[in-house]
């Protein structure tokens, strides 16, 4: 690999470390920096230095290659500057397509919400079917520390479509909501970023959700050479619906995700027998709607919940017991009118809302004059402090946050751990 000048790693977590190992094998002599916006950045054989530095590097010509991060936004001013200045800017996922990929199919999922699920059933009906599938991308392993593996299916992000070079041969997209408008500037980026996935320049086999189905911008963006891949037989689906409530895949949401996972998979050639077993022995992901009992109260970790749309789902999930739910996170500008217009009509009785987004829907439903008893905590230690005080108000405890995490948390696994922690012991 010829690169002319030195290699800018902009981000320091997992994807990094796994691009920097990349590199240090193809272009051992390149020397390398890495920045980040705050702390340390401890990668090996990198030498940090600062946004300031950096500038002064781009300033010279002296950068042959930046590979950012996904939560590095492609229009920060740095990276305009790289880009104005002709600097090549790529990812790890880029890089993987073009040096690492081979004879691998892709599988690419993307969506507002549901994406995780979607991977990962996939994966597991793929695996069911003696299919070599493997999970990499957004959730799974960085793609260049994979392995070879006959297919690969990728959750991927709107900050990684957004500049995606990657060819898949199979899409699936589950839902667009408004989303990430701090990291596209604004919700049309967003849409249009989003879409990038589906402005592919070779033919592809597609699955959508029901929601994206019948979203202009998604149909206004596929292109005509593009397959939608044909649905179950009605046997089949009867079947699948069937199987899931013996699952440990729940809410109505999840059964849309169930079917792109099904018509991917038999685009693959899993047979439907495979495919319904995978159903059956399916694991959710970690921190989706995970559930945990402690004496007769549930307590349900939905970290991984981040926008209002995903707690919609949520409160969906459980109908029928009173529900006590914690919301709130980093703020990024979403709507929150209609998550509360769903709380007016679900089985809430107990709302702890946390900085910063928390307050937002705490006034939502104060405007809407709904019923609830709503408790504003300034951090979740203390918001489980006073539900303690009310646990004769609820039968299931929800953190589903509507929001993300890096407020108050490193991420939503840090959240929902430390939340399951305090359930354990507080309760």
Same mark, same amino acid.
């Given at each position: ?87 090549k800017i790529t990812t790890n996922i880029n890089l993987w397509a073009k040096y690492r990929r081979g004879n691998a199919k892709v599988v690419a999922v993307t969506g507002t919400k549901g994406k995780s699920t979607t991977v990962k ?130 809410g109505p949401h999840n059964a849309d995700n169930m079917m792109i996972a099904a018509k991917l998979a038999l685009g693959l050639g899993a047979s439907e027998d495979a495919i319904l077993e995978g159903l059956k022995s399916f694991a959710?992901?970690?921190h989706r709607l995970e559930e945990h009992q402690i004496g007769a109260l549930t307590i349900v970790d939905d970290s991984i919940s981040t926008t209002p749309e995903a707690t919609k789902a949520a409160l969906a999930t459980y109908p ?56 504003? =905590? ?6 489980? @402090?006073?539900? *303690?005080? /009310?646990? %004769?108000? $609820?039968?299931? !405890?929800?953190?589903?946050? =509507? ?6 948390? @490193?991420?939503? *696994?840090? /959240?929902? %751990?430390? $939340?399951?922690? !305090? ?5």
């Amino acid at each position: 690999m010829q690169i002319d000048g030195a290699v800018v790693l902009y981000g320091a977590g997992r994807e990094s470390r796994s691009t920097r190992q990349f590199l240090s094998e193809v272009a051992p002599k390149t020397k390398a920096y890495v920045t980040v916006d705050s702390g340390d950045a401890d990668i090996e054989n990198c030498t940090q230095i600062t946004a300031l530095e950096l500038r002064t590097l781009i300033d010279k010509n002296a950068i042959g290659l930046m590979v950012r991060s996904a939560g590095v936004s492609i229009y920060k001013p740095e990276l305009v500057a790289a880009k104005n200045a002709g600097i090549k800017i790529t990812t790890n996922i880029n890089l993987w397509a073009k040096y690492r990929r081979g004879n691998a199919k892709v599988v690419a999922v993307t969506g507002t919400k549901g994406k995780s699920t979607t991977v990962k059933l996939t994966e597991t009906m793929l695996k069911c079917a003696g299919l070599d599938a493997r999970l990499g991308g957004n959730f799974g392993v960085a793609p260049l520390d994979l392995d070879g593996h006959d297919i690969i299916v990728m959750e991927l992000s709107s900050y990684q479509v957004a500049d995606l070079q990657l060819q898949p041969d199979f899409v699936g997209f589950t839902n667009l909501f408004p989303e990430h408008v701090d990291w596209h500037g604004s919700l049309e980026q967003y849409y249009h970023d989003k879409m990038n996935l589906l402005r592919r320049d070779e033919r592809y086999g597609y699955a959508l959700g029901a929601q994206a189905a019948v979203n202009q911008k998604v149909q206004a963006n596929l292109p005509k050479y593009a397959n939608e891949l044909p649905a179950p037989s009605a046997e089949m689906v009867a079947a699948l619906h069937g199987t899931m409530r013996q699952s440990k895949l729940k809410g109505p949401h999840n059964a849309d995700n169930m079917m792109i996972a099904a018509k991917l998979a038999l685009g693959l050639g899993a047979s439907e027998d495979a495919i319904l077993e995978g159903l059956k022995s399916f694991a959710p992901p970690a921190h989706r709607l995970e559930e945990h009992q402690i004496g007769a109260l549930t307590i349900v970790d939905d970290s991984i919940s981040t926008t209002p749309e995903a707690t919609k789902a949520a409160l969906a999930t459980y109908p029928d017991t009173r529900i006590g739910l914690i919301v709130g996170g980093f703020d990024r500008e979403q709507d929150y009118h209609d998550l509360a217009q769903e709380i007016r009509t679900s089985s809430v009785t107990t709302i702890a809302c946390l900085p910063n987004t928390g307050h937002r829907l705490a006034e939502a439903i104060e405007e809407l004059g709904i019923d609830v008893d709503m408790i504003e =905590a300034e951090d979740l230690a203390q918001a489980m @402090r006073e539900l *303690v005080k /009310r646990r %004769d108000q $609820f039968d299931t !405890l929800i953190l589903s946050p =509507a929001a993300p995490s890096y407020n108050q948390f @490193r991420d939503y *696994v840090e /959240r929902g %751990d430390k $939340f399951v922690e !305090l359930a354990k012991t507080l309760f």
